[in-house]
């Protein structure tokens, strides 16, 4: 079997607390050793070394929230695109969305996800299936068959579940089979027709506001279904300190709830529109820079437990259209860890606590292997220069679709390298 010697790098691997200059071996599939205690160990006779020196090495990171376009929408994104963006991307395990056509609701969906990503995929891809049948909110899926099909999560994706019997239900048989609901909370009566951040600058434009009480209002009365339940709740995608605020107090509680965050609510606000740039158009829509700013804090504070991409590929026929008629979504596989550094290169989050949020944190939540770096563990990693810079341009994406928030903006930290299983699915060009 192969053997890799990562010599000289920063080691940052949250699930043992190490945040070292080390070496990590990689030997065959698994990870042989990863921390100082490896330095100057020397290499076996026949393994590659690699000089990491100003370099680091994370645990593969782990995106818990991801649409692909496969079944049903394959001109959007397929699973071996998504698995080659999230690959250049340092992404080496990928949560799918069950919104697809057909919806991801039966074992046969699951199965063939399984099937697809097992053919075709380069990355880790374990699906999520829907709460309920077709996403229409009503009738519940088959929990115990779909989790023993290989589902890892049950979530209605982009769909909020008005109906507060149904979301008792489905947290009260989640607990029973071990698994997590995760909801995205966006009341569509209050919502209505708003397509961003209702305030002065919505005004400015003269679009429709969605106001903030649009997410608190479902997310309070899942939280004290959680509550009540017991079950395990994860709230998707928060963008608002109020939502915040109803999340720590409810994990002060002691009820068994988590929280996620798009990286597009950490690192822009509503003031990124500008004049109606439709890639901007978002679920939750980009809020005030109070609400951003709120985010970080939570994500320091321990409210927030993971950040996602929320990669969603939408093509030219439903982006280049007037704002209020484009639809929501922007891609960011390939962009979530670089973006995500601009909070580590700006002070306002150490190394060790981000890796945690993308990698380790959400591996732990959804029960998936990965997010460590620990000997015997598959060799998932990212070798990343942190202080490369490099401008995100169209040209360069590898998703099928480029409705990237990010389009020309300068990010500082460059994936050289990614392993899945000790398998390098990436590696960047030299310079």
Known sequence: MTVTVFERARVVDPSRGIDETGTVIVDGNTIAAAGKAALNQGAPAGAAVVDCAGKAILPGLVDSRVFIGEPGAEH???????????????VTSIVMMPDTDPVIDNVALVEFVLRTARDTASVNIHPAAAITKGLEGREMTEFGLLREAGAVAFTDGRHTLANSLVMRRALTYARDFGAVIAHETQDADLA????????????????SGIPREAELIPLERDLALARLTRGAYHAAKISTAMAAKAVA???????????????????LNENDVGEYRTFFRLTPPLRAEDDRLAMIEAVRDGTIDVIVSSHDPQDVDTKRLPFADAAAGAIGLETLLAASLRLYHNDEVTLSRLVELLSTAPAKLFGLPGGTLKPGAAADLVLIDLDEPWVVNEAGIRSRSKNTCFEGARLQGKVLQTMVSGRTVFQAEPD
């Open 192 to 207: 209505s027709s708003g397509v961003m951040n209702e305030g002065l600058y919505a005004s400015w434009l003269g679009l």
């Open 249 to 267: 107090r409810a994990k002060a509680d002691g009820a068994n709830v988590s929280a996620g965050v798009s990286i597009h609510n950490l690192c």
């Open 76 to 90: 959007r994104e397929t699973i071996a695109s998504a698995s080659v963006a999230a690959a250049a991307g340092g």
